[in-house]
């Protein structure tokens, strides 16, 4: 598998929320391993579910008595795309972000310098 397709996480739930991380090559063993101890699941049952862009439990986090949380291994999300388009204003900006103004569409900039 290609580590740089795949985010870590060993659980600990800090001030700033969980952190995720790119394993190493044996980062990403050791949470295989640890996932088929607590899913009990072949290594290939764990490897499939990876390559589905599932997550996988692999270990408890350091705070597991208080959060009850665990780590996590599982493959990054694709960019999502966004649509750009040409408003009357003559400024391309995402489709969700275009305005009705009185000349015609136009881009959050222009519409509040129309007076």
Do not use: F
């Not at 088929?36 to 692999?58: C, F, H, Q, T, Y």
């Not at 000349?103 to 129309?114: A, F, K, M, Q, V």
């Amino acid at each position: 598998m290609n580590t740089e397709n795949m985010l870590i996480s060993d659980g600990y739930v800090g001030s700033m929320g969980i952190t995720w991380n790119t394993p190493t090559q044996d980062d990403l063993e050791k949470a295989i391993i640890g996932a088929m101890n607590i899913e009990e699941k072949s290594r290939d049952e764990i490897i499939a579910i990876l390559e589905s862009g599932k997550p996988v439990r692999w270990c408890k986090s350091a705070n597991y008595a208080y959060d009850h949380s665990y780590g996590m291994v599982g493959t990054k999300r694709a960019p999502k795309k966004v649509e750009m388009v040409m408003c009357d204003c003559g400024h391309e900006v995402e489709r969700s972000l275009v305005m009705r103004g009185n000349l015609g569409t136009c881009c959050p900039d222009c519409y509040d310098s129309e007076g």
